[in-house]
T-cell receptor
Framework: QKEVEQNSGPLSVPEGAIASLNCTYSDRVSQSFFWYRQYSGKSPELIMSIYSNGDKEDGRFTAQLNKASQYVSLLIRDSQPSDSATYLCAVKIQGGYQKVTFGTGTKLQVIP | DAGVIQSPRHEVTEMGQEVTLRCKPISGHDYLFWYRQTMMRGLELLIYFNNNVPIDDSGMPEDRFSAKMPNASFSTLKIQPSEPRDSAVYFC??????????FGDGTRLSIL
């Protein structure tokens, strides 16, 4: 089982809809969770981080974490064509160890 | 405010040649990470440094790969001899304290 799993997509949503991106992880001691956006040919860019169970909202983005189910998701409200990118889920385990493990990403396509 | 700077942006070379990738982290950052990204395996951590000292190189695929950080403002990733399966995008990232990682623009490496 991969440490961080994501559906590769593509996930296609119409402009203005809610895009829901999901991620599961295998290590129960994981403590920090991140969502990165990566445009084609560009480097990953951090858009959200979440550390405790529940929801965290930042503008049109909401990250949701459920540690019991080992599940983290990203919701994008009012999706725009500019949101079309690959979204990477990343997980960091507890403690001083600095390794962040990335999923392979979900490609999102927002259709105008 | 200069970000993480990587060079070269693109490298095309023949199998068996030595390849050297370079990275200048953000000034003041004490962690430096080297990643490799492929379609099949996603973004993989190869090695990371803390205060110029290699901390975890368990992601380095084999002895053909080596990395150094002679000072706080410079790191290299070397592949010798290179093989076609090393073709990928190589990212360098740095971070300071509890801040998130900042990625460079990457080096797109093609081994013929």
């Amino acid at each position: 089982q991969k440490e961080v799993e994501q559906n590769s997509g593509p996930l296609s949503v119409p402009e203005g809809a809610i895009a829901s991106l999901n991620c599961t992880y295998s290590d129960r001691v994981s403590q920090s969770f991140f969502w990165y956006r990566q445009y084609s040919g560009k480097s990953p860019e951090l858009i959200m981080s979440i550390y405790s169970n529940g929801d965290k909202e930042d503008g049109r983005f909401t990250a949701q974490l459920n540690k019991a189910s080992q599940y983290v998701s990203l919701l994008i409200r009012d999706s725009q064509p500019s949101d079309s990118a690959t979204y990477l889920c990343a997980v960091k385990i507890q403690g001083g160890y600095q390794k962040v493990t990335f999923g392979t990403g979900t490609k999102l396509q927002v259709i105008p | 405010d200069a970000g993480v700077i990587q060079s070269p942006r693109h490298e095309v070379t023949e199998m068996g040649q030595e390849v050297t990738l370079r990275c200048k982290p953000i000034s003041g950052h004490d962690y430096l990470f080297w990643y490799r990204q492929t379609m099949m395996r996603g973004l993989e951590l190869l090695i990371y440094f803390n205060n110029n000292v290699p901390i975890d190189d368990s992601g380095m695929p084999e002895d053909r790969f080596s990395a150094k950080m002679p000072n706080a403002s410079f790191s290299t990733l070397k592949i010798q001899p290179s093989e076609p399966r090393d073709s990928a995008v190589y990212f360098c990232a740095s971070r300071g304290g509890l801040q998130p990682q900042h990625f460079g623009d990457g080096t797109r490496l093609s081994i013929l």
